[in-house]
């Protein structure tokens, strides 16, 4: 009988820390996965030394460009009782449901790099989009000397970046009455869709096109490919995007466009430390990119919004840029 008594006194003392020690399960839903700065980020994810370490397994949720199949991932990971969920939303309406859902099951939720109007989440881990898309209007205008016509290639419609961009987008503007916006319309991000719509408004407004504000670098890339092949020359127009993806920085080094850096890898990796946080109170932060940006402010993880500053990206900084993704 003490035998007995002894073994499963041992074996409680063992499953204690076991449990402790329990591998968090974490998801991240994001909005899609077929652009770079998607696949930065959440290649980011990966490398965040909790998850190295194997303390954190995340999964990454590809939402397909879909709200519909984002609230269908968030009740997988609701079934499978997920820790926490990190969420990049396709829509800023549609995304608070399945927010809500999540946090009345008891799972909480962290927003990354697009917002969600919901004030459920436990934190949100950014840039502000109004700012940026200020400043690669204002680098179009700038070219092209407050004078002349552009078109506006938006994100997908209801998307914050779309949003917020166009507002930022709209700032700059208002200081340029006498810039013409000939065309506005969405490209979804896609550098594909772009390319079309600036053939068909070349095509349209032969000669009458001076600037191109492509609300990210994807589709900024896809204007400058439609010039190329109607053999136009990209020097005679101002163009900017936002994100600095690879493509884009070489277009930066070659005075094809302007970008700025919008951080992935500090947006994932901050995302996951709130997330984490959440879930277990005495964490503290892995992640270098606390001390990289100090004007974020670790704040305990309690924060409601952490904003990661914008990176304009210039000949000067563009192979260091480049180098970081090797």
Request: a negative charge; one cysteine or more; glycine letters at 8%.
């Amino acid at each position: 009988m003490k035998t007995l008594l002894l073994a499963l006194g041992l074996a409680t003392a063992l499953s204690a820390p076991v449990l402790a020690q329990e591998k968090l399960k974490i998801g991240a839903t994001v909005y899609g996965l077929n652009a770079e700065f998607m696949q930065i980020w959440t290649a980011a994810l990966q490398k965040h030394p909790a998850v190295q370490s194997g303390e954190v397994e995340v999964t990454v949720f590809d939402g397909r460009y879909d709200a519909l199949v984002q609230q269908e991932q968030f009740n997988t990971m609701i079934t499978q009782k997920y820790n926490a969920i990190i969420f990049v939303p396709m829509d800023i309406e549609a995304g608070a449901a399945p927010v809500q859902a999540a946090v009345d099951a008891g799972i909480p939720v962290v927003g990354s790099n697009a917002r969600v109007n919901s004030d459920v989440l436990t934190s949100y881990v950014g840039s502000n989009d109004v700012e940026a898309g200020e400043l690669e209007a204002k680098a179009v205008l700038d070219k092209m000397g407050c004078k002349g016509n552009v078109v506006i290639i938006e994100g997908p419609i209801g998307q914050s970046g779309q949003i917020q961009r166009l507002e930022g987008n709209q700032k700059a503007l208002a200081a340029c009455p006498d810039v013409k916006v000939l065309e506005q319309q969405t490209g979804n991000w896609s550098r594909a869709e772009a390319q079309t719509l600036m053939e068909n408004w070349l095509t349209s407004h032969p000669g009458q096109i001076n600037g191109v504000i492509g609300q990210n670098d994807e589709m900024a890339l896809g204007a400058i490919e439609a010039i190329k092949a109607a053999g136009l020359n990209v020097s005679d127009f101002a163009i900017a995007g936002v994100d600095g993806v690879t493509d884009a920085i070489n277009a930066v080094k070659a005075g094809e466009m302007a970008s700025i850096l919008q951080d992935a890898n500090a947006q994932a990796q901050g995302a996951l430390d709130i997330a984490i946080k959440a879930v277990k109170p005495d964490y503290q932060p892995q992640s270098a990119i606390w001390k990289q940006y100090p004007s974020m402010g670790w704040e305990d993880g309690k924060a409601k919004t952490y904003l990661v500053p914008w990176t304009p990206v210039t000949t000067a900084n563009a192979d260091e840029l480049l180098k970081s993704r090797q």
